[in-house]
């Protein structure tokens, strides 16, 4: 069985930074595709930032410059860095491991950018 994890989230004041990290555990055999997710209240799911199998990343145009996603394989755990933090970046944030042929989510962790 395979589980994701996610951690880090919390509250930040707006120009803050948090980092969130994600963790895959279970059975796994190889991890091709990373991604962070995020929801904000009545609106739909959006990719944040994800993280290809040859190291490639892609970013939501609102968070180039400001969020970075790494990985580290041997812990088969990803973060997202996320630095100059606004309060439209308030939202439960989601990660998925694809273990072809599927997707494994997480449960979510909260990240709420006030003053």
């Known amino acids: 069985q395979v589980q994701v994890v996610e951690s880090g989230g919390g509250l930040v004041q707006p120009g803050g930074s948090l980092r969130l990290s994600c963790a895959v555990s279970?059975?796994?055999?190889?991890?091709?595709?990373w991604g962070w997710y995020r929801q904000i209240p009545g609106k739909q799911r959006e990719l944040v930032a994800e993280i290809l199998n040859d190291s490639r990343t892609n970013y939501l145009d609102s968070v180039k410059g400001r969020f970075t996603m790494s990985r580290d394989n041997a812990k088969n755990t990803v973060y997202l860095q996320m630095d100059s933090l606004k309060s439209e970046d308030t939202a439960v944030y989601y990660c998925?491991?694809?273990?072809?042929?599927?997707?494994?989510w997480g449960k979510g962790t909260l990240v709420t950018v006030s003053s």
């Open positions: 279970g059975s796994i055999f190889s991890i091709s595709t």
């Open positions: 998925y491991a694809r273990l072809p042929p599927i997707n494994y």
